[in-house]
């Protein structure tokens, strides 16, 4: 039971974080760093993906893909991150020391989209 849960908590984590790429696009715009192109069709590409990869995820025949394509899309984004955390003046609103724990804090979710990939989802123990 608790396996479902985390799953679904890990999936809405995806799905929710995807949708409000569409409600609050002016959060992501900032994030992106100034070598990427066309910053508007990114943030909208990525809050596609991950809308999609957290469906998926709850679809046990793609559970295994999914957790493929979430492992890609937090590496893809990692970029993102840490140019939120070398330029705080793009966001004012959040404490520097807030842009660079955030960097920390993808290995948790890499492990989490990880335990998908393989166990049929099953939470590691060991």
């Known amino acids: 039971m608790a396996r479902v849960i985390f799953k679904v908590v890990f999936a809405l984590f995806f799905i929710l974080g995807g949708v409000n790429h ?4 002016g959060f ?4 992106m760093p100034d070598y990427l192109p066309s910053h508007v ?4 590409l990525s809050g596609v993906a991950e809308v999609l ?3 998926a995820l709850l679809i046990p025949r793609l ?6 394509g979430m492992l890609a899309l937090l590496v ?5 991150n840490l140019h939120m955390a070398l330029h705080p003046d793009r966001f ?3 404490a520097p020391a807030m842009l660079w724990l955030r960097l920390p804090l993808q290995l948790p979710l ?5 335990a998908y990939r393989r166990n049929n989802g099953a939470i590691p123990t060991s």
């Open 63 to 68: 559970e295994r893909l999914a957790a493929w």
């Open 76 to 80: 893809a984004v990692f970029p993102a």
């Open 110 to 114: 890499l492990a989490w989209a990880w």
């Open 92 to 94: 004012p609103t959040i």
């Open 53 to 55: 990869l957290g469906g």
């Open 28 to 31: 992501y715009l900032p994030m």
């Open 22 to 25: 569409f409600v609050h696009p």
């Open 41 to 44: 069709l990114l943030v909208q």
